[in-house]
């Protein structure tokens, strides 16, 4: 009992984590206050000189200064006060201290990372199938509706309905989805180079394929994050019995059959069509598809705004500056190719420093692919996955914290 209550527990706060819920009762996003007893919970540690944060959260926290420092210089290079690049880093720091509290709630019950995984994977699956049985259910929307915070980003939109796709609690919805879904899919497809059984083998099978299809339900360019995905999945099962592989083939095939026939019979036709719109007839699709392409090909930067940028992230009038949604777009034109940079670096660094715990070949692909499906993500929105990248470094390097080395007594 005790143990099923920690389960429930701890995946509640892993949905804090990682969807940045709101509630209906409550003016702040619990992720906050998650920090927030993360951060005092860590109080501790602060206190008895016997213990530091290790090299690896440190050198994180001075990468998020140098971003601001950064910030700070292109905004007052070009006289501006935007500070876009603050407003989404500095938070942050928060994520580092609600990863440990998770790391440290969990440490009774986790044997290994891999058990972390797993249950990050069956959150996410979790989560995307609340998102299809809400699209479906008024009932259940309604239910959830009365508590948790839909955010639709347009007064003319009152529920999940008025929308031609699927819409998940927190920040999974629109583009946003995709964050989860890279962690998600990535994940199952790892987990299957580990599983011992078939069915372990047919349940990841079944949450990797409920959330990409939920993923891109919600946001279309999410297929490409389910190919980067999907060609991991393959890649995990080169290191299996050809049997096993045959098996597991023809039970991806079966149930993702399962999951089209379910989805076509009970999902809005509207919603399939806004879908599957480009690929079957692209000339009743919404064109999205040839605005991104028009994007990439037509967009230009002069030489100032392409090294230390423009220091605007929106619109006065609405929208992006320069009427651009591209991920690397927008940071260019914000903090230019430097500002990029460092933001790709960190996300690298953090990855660098997952696999210093670890050094598994199939365990590194995992994280090339972690890193593969960001940066396709970026080609189309904007796109921050370090606090995803935390969470996971915190349970491999077993916390943040680390004994400080007391120098030898010399008599």
Known sequence: MKKASFYIFYIFLLVIYLYSIVFDFFPLSTKIILEI???????????????????????????????????????????????????????????????????????????????????????????????????????????????????????????????????????????????????????????????????????????????????????????????????LFVLSLRHNKLSTQIVTAFSFLFIGSIVLIFATQNVDTEVQQWAFGYFVDKDSSDHSADIVIGWWENTRFDIKTFIIGDAQYGDPRGGYYMNVDIGYFREIFYGGLIGLSIIIYSHVKILRYIYHYFRNRMFKLYLYFLMLGFLAAMAKGNLNMMTFFILILTYYSEGIFEKVKQPAYVG
């Open 37 to 231: 007893v993360g951060l005092f919970s860590c109080a501790k540690y602060f206190a008895n000189g016997n213990y530091r944060l290790k090299k690896e959260y440190r050198t994180i926290i001075t990468l998020i200064l140098f971003i601001v420092v950064w910030d700070i210089i292109t905004s007052s290079l070009n006289g501006k006060s935007d500070f876009h690049l603050i407003k989404d880093i500095v938070p942050i720091l928060g994520s580092i201290f609600g990863a440990q509290y998770l790391y440290s709630l969990s440490k009774p019950y986790f044997n290994s990372p891999n058990k972390f995984l797993i249950v990050v994977t069956v959150t996410i699956f979790g989560e995307s199938v609340l998102a299809l049985l809400m699209k479906a259910s008024p009932a259940l929307y309604e239910l959830v509706d009365s508590f948790l915070v839909f955010d639709f980003g347009s007064d003319t939109i009152d529920d999940i309905f008025d929308l031609t796709r699927v819409f998940g609690i927190g920040n999974a919805h629109y583009f946003g989805v995709l964050a989860t879904c890279i962690l998600g899919t990535m994940t199952a497809a790892y987990l299957l180079t580990l599983s011992k059984g078939m069915v372990e083998r047919v349940l990841l099978i079944v949450m990797w394929i409920v959330i990409s299809f939920t993923s891109f339900l919600t946001a279309r360019w999410a297929v490409f994050i389910i190919g980067l995905s999907g060609l």
